[in-house]
């Protein structure tokens, strides 16, 4: 039984949302843009999902207007801005570069950065590291137990 | 055994650096639960796209039965006699029944307030303002909820407060409670019916 469920988990695959056929868009070249350009946008509601993976009925709202907008020509820019200019950068999961959001885009190239400072800083330290040399006392001893059987 | 004697200001450097960095982080944490506490910072809040424009393009009609004027952009544009509140609400909305006897409070001040019932049945709608007392001085309807996106809308209740000259000042995301209007809303009504 636990098996068959198990099964049955697998084989329902990844649950998105828009299981509803009578969303879709009849050209599946379009649709395939429209489904682009809702996994671009955030939904409003639930935050954390694109319009394209909510259940909330303002996503909903959302798909229908992108899917619209697609049949109608309108190219991927003006669709994106249209929602821009209703909910600001915030309905953008691509979050754009701009003041606000420049420490945000800089992160990656301060923490390599920092990354990179740190093993420089180590390989230095292992290199000064080295082994002094050896005084006269200590080579006198050496030879010594090299001449040892 | 022959280690290099480390630099001590190197060393001191290295302790110091993740109890700064700790430090920082304490302090931004701190800011931000502290933002939280006092409603000046919202993970969860969309920053209204609208504010300091003029309201969006759109003309809706009057819920079926009701004896209100309805409400179109043109009749938020400029030369309006008090700042006004257009909020959106909906009967099966129930913060919309925690704020509403702030909506209540505003219309006996004299701030006009004009509803728009969103995604609602006009029978719901009329109802709700039939039991709990109608605060509005134009009331319109959208059902589909295509209008409220024009305002950037993301949930229900959401108040827009327009100044005279036509242009949105504040956006609320949620109930106005009487904190709201005590923070908020109050003196930007003062300053904006100058």
Known sequence: MRRWLFALLLASGPAWALSDPAEQLPDPTQE???RALGRELRCLVCQNQSIEDSDAELARDLRRIVRE??????SDGQVMSFLHDRYGDFVLLRPPVNAGTALLWATPVLALGAGA???LG???RRTAAAPAALSAAEQARLAELDRLP | MSEATPNPWR???LLGLPLLAAGGAGLGFWAMLRGLGTGSYDPHGVPSALLGKAPPEFALPAPAGSDLPALAAADLRGGLARPVLVNFFASWCVPCVIEHPQLMALKRQGVPVFGVAYKDKPADALGFLARRGNPYTRLAADEP???AIDWGLYG??????IDRQGIIRWRWAGPITEDTVAADLGPLLRRYSA
């Open chain 1, 32 to 34: 395939q843009r429209a």
């Open chain 1, 69 to 74: 907008q697609v049949a109608a020509g309108r």
């Open chain 1, 117 to 119: 400072l740190l093993v």
């Open chain 1, 122 to 124: 180590l390989r230095r």
């Open chain 2, 11 to 13: 060393r001191r450097a």
């Open chain 2, 145 to 147: 909820g295509r209008v």
């Open chain 2, 156 to 161: 229900v209740p959401e108040s827009y407060l």
